[in-house]
């Protein structure tokens, strides 16, 4: 079992670029697929981007694709997302999870295919 713990959140204005992190502590961090998502209140949480276990395949929510990257860290078990052009109706609480598969090339983008989940952190984007 891991647990996923996020960081990097805070408070910037609309245009500007911020890099959130989520360290997973595990031997075999490659057996797991990595994604990030978002939620607001009242609404549900939504897919932002996955990637595989090998870290070749990314994909990306339509509503952030051109302007998040998401990367993973094999040596510090870390994956990144590094968001850029930063909007207003991007604020909201990011999630990461993790999900164990020996299928390394996977990139799940549905809450339910995800095994565990971080706390959360904060985005805020200012007009």
């Known amino acids: 079992q891991v647990q996923p713990v996020e960081s990097g959140g805070g408070l910037v204005q609309a245009g500007d670029s911020l890099r959130i992190s989520c360290e997973v502590s595990s031997p075999v961090f490659s057996n797991y697929a990595m994604g990030w998502f978002r939620q607001i209140p009242g609404k549900e949480r939504e897919f932002v981007a996955s990637i595989s276990g090998t870290g070749e395949n990314m994909i990306y929510a339509d509503a952030v694709k ?3 990257t998401i990367s993973r860290d094999r040596a510090k078990m870390t994956v990144y997302l590094q968001m850029t052009s930063l909007k207003t109706e991007d604020t909201a609480v990011y999630y990461c ?9 996977v990139t799940p983008t549905t809450l339910n295919e995800y095994d565990y989940w971080g706390q959360g952190t904060q985005v805020t ?3």
């Open 66 to 68: 051109g302007r998040f």
């Open 125 to 127: 984007v200012s007009s």
């Open 97 to 105: 999870a993790a999900k164990y598969t020996v299928r390394a090339i």
